[in-house]
């Protein structure tokens, strides 16, 4: 009964139980809890209002590795629902203060802040680094970066002022391009962001379009990956007809999903509708 999915430790890692889906669908919570041995255990934030060093960054090392394992189009989909997790962060915050990478003292603390921010738009914010600054240069940078200050605290600045000494080392027009203040110290989002590859959903978008218009159910769901089931469930309307969903739940058994997040989006979609699935699961 963990609260969350998981919490890194130096020693161990603490993990709900929900995350093992009987398919292996959800080892993006495994590679983002070892990843944080690196930024959270051998470089920890100093305080709560600078927790995007931790938690930001192994997001993004977290969408790396899935790259590693399944490849690049499993990683723009995965990096496309967490661009979408920060947009509706960004919306709910109405790009107030709120939504900055470094917190205001009110929400610097351990369970403050909006994780559509410190997470997805802190990988976000690694994610522009890397395409402005190339890959070659930017994973030559940060091994650099942990050696230096392994076992010692970090902050925003002290981030940024890393950056600018040992990456950016004078350059004025990369200073420029990479708006490092921007992103850090002030709200909503700086016109630089790097954003996912529109093609990265596009067969799973065609298929949201046409079960909306009142089509069949898709075929093949059991096959898709959890990024592109979270997809068609997200971005189906909040308004369809109970026959519909009837149908989208009879064909695609959504009511016995193994995988936690994806009858999370189903129930999501199911209650936002007024449907009642009944999910044998949790009663």
Known sequence: SFPYGGMENPTLTFLTPT??????SLVGLV?????????????TNANWTDSWPNDGVTSYFENRIMEAIYGPKRAQQEAALSFDEMEKALKEEKNGPNTQLHLGVKEGVPDGGSSGIIYDKG???LRTLEKIIGREK???YLPS???????????????????RQNLIKGDKALEEKLELDRWVYQPGLPSNVARPDPAAFAEVDKAVSAFARGGPA?????GWTTAEKLRFLN???RKMPTA???????KLGLNEAGNNEVLFAWLDLAVRNRFDPAVPALE
């Open 31 to 43: 590679a983002h809890e070892l990843a944080h041995s690196w930024s959270g255990n051998l470089v």
């Open 235 to 237: 971005e189906l309307p």
């Open 19 to 24: 995350f093992i889906a009987g398919d292996r």
């Open 145 to 163: 970066y942990f050696a230096r200050h392994a076992f010692r605290p970090m902050t925003s600045a002290r981030f940024l002022a890393d950056m």
């Open 244 to 250: 519909h969903l009837e149908e989208l739940n009879n």
């Open 218 to 222: 898709p075929g093949g769901f059991s």
């Open 138 to 140: 930017w994973d030559a």
């Open 123 to 125: 990988a976000a914010f």
